[in-house]
């Protein structure tokens, strides 16, 4: 009988796999599985609602999304793209870079810059596509699409990159105290700071290599589109 209370993994999957609504389908699987463990109705909603408060901040993000989108739709992109273009010598790998390096320092502080829709999608993106069409003079339509989207892949990956090994900066950060505290119930002595300050060269290596990726990426966009500006200039 244990292993009825797995039913709520099975309705969450059969849920998914036939496209019902997904709130809808994770409400029922855990009713459900309340249900079959022994739990009254009264249990199953105290359970839900304790488990809602405790991570209601969890959800505030969300907030912010609509105010992205206002932004966005009365002309963030646009000038993030001309400001960007304002400046001659700077390229796409390197604002790129600029960028990682940024998200790492702000990790150190625990800042939270912010996200792929709150930062990455209406600003970074915008401006690392700025940034090609300036270098090399091209218009809107002279610009792969292909190449377009290998930017958004490029700009979100920064975002990972800063955000996954530079977390682990912070002595305060949640990530650490969890390992640490895991470390611990296991018998191995070890503090916060010592993780840190292992993590510091993982995050030191991961800018290299992503600044020699930046580079690479620089030059095979230099390779497409610098001999289209020479055969227009021609």
């Not at 209601?56 to 646009?78: W, Y």
């Not at 793209?81 to 990790?107: C, D, F, P, Q």
Request: glycine share 8%.
């Amino acid at each position: 009988m244990e292993w009825l209370k797995l039913i709520g993994i099975l309705i969450i999957i059969l849920g998914f796999l036939f496209k019902i609504d997904t709130i809808a389908v994770i409400l029922i699987a855990a009713v459900v599985t309340g249900i079959v463990s022994g739990l009254d109705f009264y249990s199953i909603l105290e359970t839900l609602g304790k488990a809602f408060v405790d991570n209601r901040l969890v959800t505030l993000f969300i907030l912010t999304l609509p105010m992205v989108g206002l932004i966005e739709r009365f002309g963030l992109k646009k000038q993030a793209s001309n400001m960007i273009g304002k400046v001659k010598r700077v390229t796409s790998g390197r604002l790129m870079t600029i960028y990682l390096l940024i998200r790492e320092i702000a990790g150190v502080a625990s800042i939270r810059i912010g996200g792929h829709p709150q930062f990455v999608r209406p600003l970074i993106n915008p401006m690392v596509q700025g940034a090609l069409k300036t270098r090399y003079n091209l218009k809107d339509d002279e610009v792969d699409e292909s190449d377009i989207e290998k930017i958004k892949a490029q700009t979100s990956a920064m975002e990972n990159y800063g955000n996954f090994f530079g977390q682990n900066l912070f002595v305060g950060a949640a990530g650490v105290l969890l390992m640490v505290g895991t470390f611990q119930s296991l018998g191995i002595k070890v503090d916060a700071i010592e993780l840190v300050l292992a993590s510091v060269p993982i995050a030191l290596i991961v800018l290299v290599l992503v600044w020699l990726n930046n580079i690479r990426f620089d030059k095979y966009l230099d390779k497409k589109y610098d001999s289209k500006q020479v055969k227009r200039d021609e």
